[in-house]
């Protein structure tokens, strides 16, 4: 196998991270690869036997340089001093075929110097998981992090729900850099080391950037993107502290997370979110929490802090808009108009709100909008009915309209119940779900009447998801 490295983070200073080896595991069993994931990356692949190795971390591929990244971070508004990979391992870096660096790492590849109580062990269940829904997610056109390929360590591991198999996941990155590791330096007033690091990020993402603020301004344009991205697939992270959340943009850390089936702004399914704070509807306010974080990171190497805390502060309130403007883009391309005005706004909501009183199901009713089908979505069908009138009325001159809803309402996501019934069928030996669910999603906007595309019946509802990955 040869994996073209390119390794530009471990050129860094090592105070940025840890030199450290995955631990080799028992009897490796590849069970998923990403050939054409592989083939973007600029990997050959001939020796499968080889692959299972390297992924499984038996094998430390040549030129790689595994490293262990040190970051920090708010987990649930609360500031932890030290976190870290505590269970990956950056293999490197390879130059991909759109010219983009991208980040091989391992995920559940044994302990490092951040593992502070962990095994550095993750099992099958959330391994699969994030492969199936970070590819999804590729495919529904979401920023996000992918997954190259998933090995069963066959080596069984301890969780809450007692003794699982033990898995690993290899996942690509346009970079690991997070909200956290600006934090972890500005918090030990490591100044020097934070400049590094935001001179790092802005060759790496932003080369347009100008400066710490520049950088700062960057990162807000694009988690607002993501926001909204998330937001018109019904998607809820679960976890957005600030470790978890990529200065790239791309979904980043799969954990707890899940589609809605029925709408509800304050959709919560992390087990842990006791509070709420990572509900759907609350995601924009919690992205604009975290680049707050970043801002007060970003400031500290500013000379004249007053003005730098007045321009970071402008930029953080900008936000808003930003997200707004970024959630009508898509929203309205989901009920047909792909140029819309700021009117289109009250449309939109109104939709949703008709939705989460009735309980409609949010990929199935906007997926029928481009049919007569809409109004069997609803139980209250004469307040569908008066929306739809409106929504007729609007898109009555607009070209493409059910061309533009079909391109930006799936017909296909992963709804939780299907992902739990994968993983069950999974950890039981058998892989035939998971195959049906990756091949399915590869192309989540064709049509077809598969039963991926019904909600769960009320046996099959899972309402709550569960952190101990
Ligand atoms: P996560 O919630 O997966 O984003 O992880 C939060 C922090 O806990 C990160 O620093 C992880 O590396 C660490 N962590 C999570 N699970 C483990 C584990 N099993 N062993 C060691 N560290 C872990
Ligand atoms: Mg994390």
């Known amino acids: 196998m040869h994996i073209p490295f390119d390794n530009s983070y471990a050129a860094l200073p090592d105070t940025f991270y840890t030199r450290v080896n995955p631990t080799s ?40 340089d595994p490293l262990a990244q040190l970051y920090s971070g708010h987990q649930f508004g609360n500031y932890n001093a030290q976190l870290g990979d505590g269970r990956a391992i950056l293999l490197g870096e390879v130059i991909d075929s759109n010219n983009l660096r991208r980040d091989i790492q391992l995920k559940g590849s044994g302990r490092t110097p951040y593992s502070r109580g962990g095994d550095g062990r993750a099992w099958l269940g959330p391994v699969l998981r994030e492969y199936v829904i970070s590819e999804a997610m590729h495919a529904l056109g979401v920023p996000t992090t992918r997954a190259l390929a998933a090995v069963a360590t066959g080596e069984d591991i301890l969780r809450e729900q007692g003794m699982l198999p033990g898995a690993i996941l290899t996942r690509v990155a346009s970079s690991h850099l997070r909200v956290g590791t ?34 700062l301004r960057a990162v807000c344009a694009k988690q607002a993107e993501l926001i909204a991205a998330w937001m018109s697939v019904g998607f ?90 970024e959630w009508l883009k898509r929203f309205a391309a989901k009920i047909g108009i792909s140029d819309p005005e700021v009117e289109d706004t009250d449309l939109i909501q109104g939709l949703l709100n008709l939705m989460q009183e009735d309980g409609a199901d949010f990929t199935n009713t906007f997926r029928a909008l481009s049919t007569p089908n809409a109004r069997d979505q609803f139980t209250d069908r004469a307040a569908f009915d008066a929306w739809a009138q409106n929504h007729a009325a609007r898109t009555a001159s607009v070209p493409d ?64 998801t569960f952190c101990g990955t």
């Open 236 to 325: 809820i992270h679960g976890v957005m502290n600030t470790d978890n959340c990529s200065i790239s943009g791309e979904t980043i850390d799969y954990g707890p997370c899940a589609f809605t089936d029925d709408f509800h702004m304050g959709r919560v399914f992390s087990s842990i979110d006791q509070q709420a704070r990572y509900a759907y509807g609350n995601q924009p306010n919690m992205a604009m929490w975290n680049m707050a974080q970043l801002a007060t990171a970003l400031v500290q190497l500013l000379d004249d802090k007053d003005a730098a805390v007045e321009e970071a502060t402008a930029i953080i309130h900008a936000m808003p808009d930003q997200i707004e403007a």
């Open 401 to 464: 309209a059910t061309a533009t809803m079909n391109a930006a309402n799936p017909a296909v996501i992963p709804r939780n119940h299907r992902v739990e019934q994968m993983i069950q069928a999974a950890t039981a030996g058998d892989m035939a779900p998971f195959e049906r669910l990756m091949k399915a999603f590869a192309a989540p906007y064709s049509l077809d009447d598969s039963d991926l595309a019904k909600p769960p019946t009320r046996a099959e509802i899972i309402p709550a």
């Open 182 to 215: 600006f934090q972890v330096f500005a918090h030990r007033g490591q100044t020097a080391e934070l400049k590094t690091l935001t001179e790092y990020a802005i060759a790496r993402h932003y080369p347009d950037a100008n400066g710490p603020m520049g950088l």
């Open 25 to 64: 595991v028992k009897a490796p069993k590849l069970l998923a690869f990403n050939k054409n994931l592989a083939d973007e990356l600029g990997i050959s692949a001939p020796d499968m036997d080889q692959v299972q190795r390297v992924f499984a971390g038996n094998e430390v591929p040549q030129y790689a």
